[in-house]
């Protein structure tokens, strides 16, 4: 297959993954903050937020809510806040924020990831607005999503990747983390073309990082979540199916041997599917759930 029809089928897949992702109604009579600005100064819609409030939330006296922070995929160069598969998790009674990020074409590596530890930290900081408790936040992305999201989690307890105008009086750190087929190892992506002499890696990848030649192979180091691991990492759900053609279910076997090594909580759940939501359903978010219940509520799994 020539790089245009490889191209081709992978921008299809990435559109049957955002097309896949519904709208995420509120739960009946919760609420929905739209269009948070989490940069100061305002950075348009590209850094801003939607925060949904579970119905509890409105109660008098409530107590703050663990908050899980949703990041849509779209190969870092396509998608939107507004989808997420989060429904469940509203109802369950966490708030929920699903945050847009610079995408490729606005900006290159380490802008995205830069923009999610900002909205991380405009969420702790306004914590006594929203009613949520900064000490039980939670990450899930799928895709370029899950790749973000793991990366949150690998520099929980640093500083690295944080804006140099954020609020260093507050941390970005996460409590757990699930990662949707998210690529893990970018160094696995960069192939040497010994025909033409140059580092060559798919153009989805090459407009995230945004350098050439053999500097492709210290970027792809830079970005990848396996370069930060720690047996300091957050608890982790990994979920990939395994005939997954975009990022290949190997990137996910990666990562939860490496977790396993540092003695980290985690747990790989292979799924019967490619690539994108249509092959995550009710079951696989009815597990999120109770991941996220777990690490953020203290709740036992049903037996």
């Known amino acids: ?106 900006a290159h590596f380490p802008a995205q990831i830069e923009d999610c530890k900002t909205a991380v930290v405009f969420l702790k900081k306004n914590a006594k607005r929203f009613n949520i408790d900064p000490n039980r936040v939670g990450v899930w992305g799928a895709s370029a999503g899950g790749h973000l999201a793991a990366l949150l989690g690998a520099t929980s307890g640093s500083r690295k990747f944080e804006s140099r105008s954020v609020d260093k009086s507050v941390n970005s750190d996460v409590q757990a983390v699930c990662d949707w087929f998210g690529p893990i190892d970018l160094l696995k992506l960069v192939k040497y073309d010994a025909e033409e002499g140059d580092y060559k890696v798919h153009p989805i990848v090459d407009q995230l990082l945004g350098v050439t030649g053999v500097r492709r192979v210290d970027a792809a180091r830079e970005a990848s979540p396996l370069t930060y691991l720690t047996a300091k990492m957050p608890p982790v759900l990994i979920m990939h199916g395994d005939r997954d053609r975009l990022v290949p279910i190997e990137q996910s076997k990666i990562f939860i041997a490496r977790l396993k090594e540092l003695d980290v909580d985690s747990r790989l759940k292979v799924v019967s599917g490619g690539h994108g939501i249509p092959g995550f359903g009710i079951r696989q978010r009815a597990e999120v759930v109770k991941f996220f219940e777990r690490c953020l509520m203290g709740k036992s799994p049903a037996r």
């Open 1 to 106: 297959m020539n790089r245009t029809h490889s191209q081709v089928r992978i921008s299809a897949v990435l559109l049957t993954v955002l097309l896949s992702l519904m709208p995420a109604s509120v739960a009946a009579r919760g609420e929905v903050l739209q269009d948070l600005a989490y940069c100061n100064p305002p950075a348009g819609a590209s850094r801003s937020l939607d925060l949904y409030l579970p119905r509890r939330a409105k109660k008098r006296n409530s107590a703050p809510l663990p908050l899980v922070i949703w990041i849509h995929g779209g190969g870092w160069r396509a998608g939107d806040k507004k989808n997420g598969p989060f429904k469940q998790l509203i109802n369950a009674g966490f708030a929920v924020a699903s945050i847009n990020y610079r995408l490729s074409q606005e």
